[in-house]
């Protein structure tokens, strides 16, 4: 493809993306596009056989094939001789495999202890084997003859690396002592660093010891005398290796996070009651931002040197939060959520981070030319960084952990963890590999349109791409099988079901050791409109029982002069319904709702009110005769939809009493004495129950009584009411009750005088 297509159809998909953004507001129902295009993008998937660049660029990568299995769960260790051997240390079962130049290999050496966490060769081509726990050295000659070498009484070996002079220095837990044993096997103390471990150790050009150790991640420098001094104390608790190139630059690996760091100083001490050595932690940092987090999700307990202490029960662990170092970074501060990180120090002592992450674990590292390779936990996962600090995935082992990388011959050696196997990295691209896209979540049943991608195609070579869809978060047996190929960049129609998930596969062929590179992959798909919803509808009598409610407030009512008759005295503004609903739409959609009435006893609904915007509506209390009625309200988002596409929902109310007509009253009787007066009403409403009333003597304040029967709740009501304390003058008793529409009826009794009370 030429620059110019590719260009083209960069601006296609530019163009699609803001039409659809200038289309949203106005539709409801719009096509999508789920586009992999970036590093980012395209990390979350599955590779078999194939690379992913820092540019977010795929190709095929590798060849990568199995050539030994060990049949043990893990590769811990490895080591070559002069002659081109391989040997590699396993764990659980303590056994030590040979592997020949052409990588056949069987059982070398087998160890008491389960682990072994560290093996070595000297010059002569005899192999010691550090084992864990309880640890013990054992040196096998090239026969397979052992004997026990050294026992550093320490519970755990590390590492081990020899100086130019022959010495063997061990790095050990759980006390954190290194150790530098002779020719002999006579061993002395070289220097305990007041850690609990030293993880890793490397020579460097100039014979000088790198020891790296934990919990405070601290990188040493020990001349051949002994002089030991801290180049870098790292924010994560582990150094887990450390590998010098030929110019003294020292690259290392930290794990865990800033909460394993176990603040212990470095002290004074004599190696082997000798020479004093002063330890201090002093560095000029000179850090710069790495490339980015690489995705990638970290495997919790595998048997990384985090893993396996977990294991066996140390308090150490890998998996905690740290940081890699960044401009304006301060000496032990952690950025949050960093859990690993690659180092660079150069000779002058400035030290970079080269690569951070907050999901995957570096376990090994390898200085090429004018690169870096280094292993993770995430499938295996083998990472390329170039000088200018781009990272590109290389290739996936599809292990736990890839644990050792090997340079061999002119390619290099992967081992694993679970199983623990070794793989060849090979320098031409395969045949053939795959990737697999993460699943996406559409939000809904949706339907595809065309798939289109970008790839640069070489001669000869092939890319194919599948598409599958379902209806289930995770990949199962429920999902649909794997389309047909595609094979037209330019756009092709996806077959698979509509479904609310999507994922698309990759399939590359090489020719002539050429691989096609894939750019980018767009997916146009058009959610399935969604019915809107209706949760809620309620009726509510505006301003019930709003006049004279409390006692004293009297409002007009203590005018008027009734008898025998009932009036309502409620202003009709304050007489009515609130009518309120809850309304929402899945795809947020804009809706518009129609009201409808069906009285008792009526078949059809009613239109009340049409296209409201909003969720509530007044109904006035003469808008429709007495009676008893509900409510309908139905939500439609059809204004932002295309025709035929517009969905609909509905509730109905509880059923509701339309009252305007006020209670009637009653005087059945009324009797007077020399000073109290005793008056009896009846109480009736045709429509809705009576729910309080309350008396006035004369003009004064109104006074709240109950129903004969204790509570006012029925449509016909009983009240008696007697006064004390009166004058023998005529009286006027008023009584006035309420329904629940808030309607008011008055009746009175005129209460005679006495004979001989004087008039007014």
Do not use: C
Not at 4 to 32: E, H, I, P
Not at 377 to 394: A, F
């Amino acid at each position: 493809m030429t620059n110019r297509t590719y260009g083209a159809l960069k601006r296609w998909s530019a163009a699609a993306l803001l039409a659809v953004t200038a289309s949203a507001s106005a539709f409801g129902v719009t096509t999508k596009f789920w586009s992999t295009a970036t590093y980012e993008d395209f990390a979350p998937g599955n590779f078999v056989g194939v690379s992913l660049s820092r540019e977010g660029t795929m190709s095929l990568a590798p060849q990568l094939k199995e050539v030994f299995s060990t049949d043990q769960a893990v590769v811990w260790a490895a080591a070559r001789d002069a002659r081109g051997n391989l040997y590699l240390g396993t764990g659980h079962s303590g056994k030590v495999f040979k592997l020949a130049a052409d990588l056949k290999g069987s059982v070398f050496f087998e160890a008491p202890e389960p682990d072994i966490f560290a093996i070595a060769v000297d010059k002569n081509g005899n192999v010691f084997v550090g084992t864990s726990p309880d640890g013990k050295i054992y040196k096998v000659d090239p026969s397979g003859k052992s004997q026990e070498f050294f026992d550093p009484q320490a519970k755990y070996i590390w590492a081990m690396t020899f100086a130019s002079d022959g010495s063997l220095y061990v790095g050990t837990g759980d006390r954190g002592k290194i150790y530098r044993v002779a020719a002999n096997g006579k061993g002395e103390l070289f220097y305990d660093t007041h850690q609990t471990h030293v993880m890793s150790l490397a020579t460097a050009p100039n014979n000088d010891l790198i020891a790296g150790s934990e919990p405070n991640g601290l990188i040493y420098r020990f001349s051949s005398a002994g002089k030991a001094f801290v180049v870098y104390d790292a924010p994560l608790s582990e150094i887990h290796r450390v590998a010098i190139t030929s110019d003294g630059t020292i690259y290392a690996s930290a794990l865990g996070g800033a909460e394993d760091r176990r603040l212990q100083s470095p002290q004074q001490q004599s190696p082997g009651g000798e020479v004093p050595v002063q330890a201090t932690t002093t560095i000029t940092v000179r850090a710069s931002e790495g490339p980015g987090i690489v995705p990638g999700q970290a495997g919790e307990g595998g048997p990384g040197a985090g893993g396996r202490r977990r294991q066996e029960g140390n308090q150490s662990s890998v998996g905690g939060n740290g940081a890699a170092a960044s401009p304006g970074f301060s000496r032990n501060q952690n950025r949050a959520g960093t859990k690993s990180a690659l180092y660079r120090i150069s000779p002058d002592g400035g030290v970079e981070t080269l690569w951070n992450s907050e999901r995957e674990n570096a376990f090994d590292l390898l200085p090429e030319a004018n690169a870096l390779l280094f292993s993770t936990d995430e499938k295996g996962r083998i990472y390329e960084l170039t000088s200018d600090r781009r990272v590109s995935l290389v290739t996936e082992t599809d292990q736990e952990e890839t644990t050792r990388l090997i340079p061999y011959s002119n390619f290099v050696l992967a081992a694993t963890a679970n199983l623990g196997k070794i793989y060849r990295v090979g320098t031409q691209p395969a045949d053939t590999g795959f990737y697999e896209s993460e699943v996406k979540d559409t939000g809904g049943i949706s339907s595809w349109g065309r798939i289109r991608w970008t790839a640069d195609m070489a001669k000869g070579t092939a890319l194919e791409l599948y598409t599958r869809s379902g209806n289930s978060a995770r990949p199962d047996s429920t999902r649909s099988d794997w389309s047909p190929a595609y094979r037209e960049q330019e756009g092709q129609q996806i077959t698979s079901p509509k479904a609310r998930y999507i994922q698309w596969k990759a399939v590359f062929h090489s020719a002539d050791s050429r691989s096609p590179v894939l750019h980018e992959v767009s997916i146009p798909y058009l959610p399935m409109n969604q019915a809107p919803v209706v949760t809620e509808l309620k009726v509510v009598t505006r301003g019930a029982n709003a006049i004279g409610s409390q006692p004293g407030n009297t409002g007009n009512a203590n005018n008027v002069r009734v008898s025998g008759y009932a009036a309502s005295l409620r202003p009709a503004s304050q007489r009515g319904f609130d009518i309120s609903w809850q309304g929402s739409d899945p795809d947020q959609d804009e809706l518009t709702y129609n009201l409808y009435f069906r009285g008792d006893g009526e078949s059809e609904w009613k239109m009340l009110e049409s296209d409201l915007k909003q969720n509530y509506f007044q109904l006035d209390s003469d808008a429709l005769p007495d009676g008893k009625y509900r409510l309908k309200v139905v939500a439609s988002d059809a204004g932002v939809n295309p025709a035929g596409m517009a969905k609909t929902a509905e509730m109905v109310s509880a059923p509701f009493v339309v009252d305007n007509s006020a209670p009637r009253i009653e005087v059945q009787d009324s009797k007077r004495t020399a000073d109290s007066a005793t008056a009896r009403f009846r109480a009736l409403d045709s429509r809705g129950v009576l729910t309080r009333a309350e008396y006035v003597l004369d003009a004064e304040s109104p006074v709240p009584v109950l129903s004969d029967d204790g509570i006012i709740d029925s449509q016909e009501e009983t009240f008696t009411i007697v006064l004390s304390h009166l004058d023998g003058r005529e009286h006027l008793l008023t009584l006035r009750v309420y329904d629940a529409a808030g309607n008011m009826g008055i009746g009175k009794a005129l209460l005679s005088p006495l004979n001989g009370a004087p008039a007014q």
